[in-house]
Nanobody, 120 residues
Framework: QVQLVESGGGLVQPGGSLRLSCAAS????????MSWYRQAQGEERELVAS????????NYADSVKGRFTISRDDAKNTVYLQMNSLKPEDTDVYYC?????????????WGQGTQVTVSS
């Protein structure tokens, strides 16, 4: 059973930092590309950052480039999102996504989300 459990969200002042973690289980983590998305209430979920299965390539939304860093630790089956220089507009629920290769093709699995609030 695939499980993705996000943690590390919370309330932070503008300019502050947070590190989100997503602990994965139930699949071969080292073979799966991982991503972080975020979603505000009433809006579509948007890609924040992604990392390939071997960690060799990353991709970021323009709005977070230079401030956020995605990384993975295959020994811990965990993907991270380091968020620096946070802005109020970064306030959202952040979701972890795993892209897993199944017999029939790729399937996407999501965590339950963690709230990030940037406010003074």
């Amino acid at each position: 059973q695939v499980q993705l459990v996000e943690s590390g969200g919370g309330l932070v002042q503008p300019g502050g930092s947070l590190r989100l973690s997503c602990a994965a289980s139930g699949f071969t983590f080292s073979s799966s590309a991982m991503s972080w998305y975020r979603q505000a209430q009433g809006e579509e979920r948007e890609l924040v950052a992604s990392i390939t299965s071997d960690g060799s390539s990353t991709n970021y939304a323009d709005s977070v480039k230079g401030r956020f860093t995605i990384s993975r630790d295959d020994a811990k089956n965990t993907v991270y999102l380091q968020m620096n220089s946070l802005k109020p507009e970064d306030t959202d629920v952040y979701y972890c996504k795993a892209l897993i290769l199944r017999n029939w093709g790729f399937a996407a699995y999501w965590g339950q989300g963690t709230q990030v609030t940037v406010s003074s």
